[in-house]
């Protein structure tokens, strides 16, 4: 991979709404999911194909445009297809509210719903929001208001 591919690449992946790092130096990518920190690859040039840090064959050199596809595709990445084209990016929707935060996996989310309240006792309270994958991996409720 030479550094125009890379830039290739990486502009390909950023059409996706996804940050994008590009090490040129070491000639490797990292691509992640903005709505999920988690959800990252970093992508490497072997042989004349592009793999993951897992040696997940990606695609040839050449073809970064459908690289860049299947690689949102493994970053749950949001693409619409149109009917009888190819598929085509869809932007992310901004969150601007608290509750669109996850203070667990702290990134935002479209699932956040309100957890707890803390520091009630010791100073101002402050809320804290759990998207559905993060209250459902360590067992949170949502917060009842004291109804229970």
């Not at 992310?92 to 996996?105: E, L, R, S, Y």
């Amino acid at each position: 991979m030479d550094a125009t591919d890379l830039h290739s690449l990486a502009g390909h992946l950023r059409e996706y709404d996804l940050q994008v790092v590009a090490l040129e130096p070491e000639m490797r990518l990292h691509a992640t999911n903005p709505l999920h920190g988690l959800l990252t690859k970093e992508i490497v040039a072997a042989n004349g194909h592009y793999v993951t840090s897992f040696k997940y064959e990606i695609g040839e050199q050449g073809h970064e445009k459908e690289c860049a596809q299947r690689i949102a595709q493994l970053l749950a990445a949001p693409t619409s297809v149109h009917q009888g084209a190819a598929a085509t990016p869809r932007s992310w929707t901004p969150v601007t509210d608290a509750a669109g935060w996850c203070d667990w996996h702290e990134g935002p989310s479209r699932t956040a719903v309100l957890i707890d309240v803390v520091g009630e006792d010791s100073g101002p309270a402050a809320p804290r929001y759990a998207c559905a994958p993060c209250r459902e991996q360590r067992g949170l409720r949502p917060d009842d208001g004291g109804q229970s």
